[in-house]
């Protein structure tokens, strides 16, 4: 039996109208012809939206306790190739389920979350696919008293209570790491992005300095950076801690960094891999046509598009989360040029 759209403990329109100290009636108009109602009291009635979790629906007369065909995609980019390959896995994947898709960027400002959510609850979609764990809690809390399926992708968590579907980032970092110390290097630079709201990045940066530890490296502070992912910026980064004393090898957050740091190398005359060893994660497109080739880690974005894909229809369809809840994807290390041994190793 398929399930039906379950709106418990959400409040409406009602609950508003009580909330503002007006009728449901001025709640009703104040949605529909804003201008007819007086400025206090739409205010009145914005706030007590805001902090009930109201959300308009704005198909309930034609469409009501039936399913849209739509889910909602929340990725914290779409400027560059970070997620590229997975959206559109996961757009040809929900084709394939005769499925669409609404997709949404808040640009790692997990504060945006939140009308995010709002504007796609109010277009009532079947399920919502979202990137790592790092969330608001308040659009979280939106979409479970509206029984709205949820499903985590790009990174893995055995003990998380949501569906998740992705790589151990921990893990890639690891093995880019180890990489190029099993290379000989010693001196090597760290370049990750701002790790607080960014769980992907905290893992992987995690991951990178616990190898190094291991091995008995202790970066000093002057290697270990913060980059946004930007080649721009990277670039820009790269030019200063490479223009004096450079490391033998830098470790990236991802090829995006990877490649700047690539073109500033260039831009001062150094080789690679022979001056300097330079290593991504995530294997982008375009990372192994470049010169040299990126060295990085393989995270099979178009498979985990896929298997998202399949598990939001799937809870979607009968409000039961399929077994496995969890799925771990496979990662490789893709060894390229722009990596070697260090200098007289």
Known sequence: MKRTRSRKGAHGIVDVAARAGVSAATVSRFYNQPDVVRLPTRLRIEQAANELGYIRDRMAGSLHNRFTGTIGLVVPTIDNAIFAEFVEAFANRL????????????????????????????????????????HDPIPLSMLKDRDVPIVLAWNYNPDSTVPCIGASNHQAAQLITQHLIDLGHKDIGFIFPD?????????????????????????????????????????????????????????????????????????????MPDDLSVAGIGDFRGSGDMEPGLTTVRIPAKRIGHLAADTIVAISKTGITPTPQHHLVDISLVNRNSTGSAPNF
């Not at 945006?112 to 764990?133: N, Q, T």
């Open 195 to 271: 790790t607080e709201f960014n769980d992907r990045a905290r893992a992987r940066k995690n991951g990178a300095l616990a190898t190094a530890a291991d091995a008995g490296l202790a970066p000093p502070e002057h290697r270990i950076l913060n980059c946004p992912y930007d080649i721009g910026e990277a670039k820009k980064l790269a030019r200063t801690i490479l223009s004096k004393n450079p490391p033998t090898a830098i470790v990236c957050g991802n090829d995006v960094i990877a490649h700047g740091v690539i073109y500033a190398a260039q831009s001062l005359g150094l080789t």
């Open 95 to 134: 084709r394939h389920h005769e499925r669409t898709m609404l997709i949404a960027s808040h640009g790692y400002d997990l504060s945006l979350e939140v009308p995010i959510i709002r504007s796609l609850l109010e277009r009532r979609i079947d399920g919502v696919v979202m990137i790592g764990f790092d």
